[in-house]
């Protein structure tokens, strides 16, 4: 899980998700693309 001010898409399976305000990247193919905004 990366900490970032700004979340990007890294690939094409990324999708940014909002949980409780936050804004969230998952990726099902590859969970080293998680990230979330702080």
């Known amino acids: 899980m990366k900490v970032r001010a700004s979340v990007k898409t890294l690939c094409k399976l ?7 305000g936050v804004a969230r990247v998952i990726c099902p193919a590859h969970p080293k ?5 702080g």
């Open 14 to 20: 990324c999708k940014v998700v909002k949980r409780k």
């Open 33 to 37: 693309h998680k990230q979330r905004q």
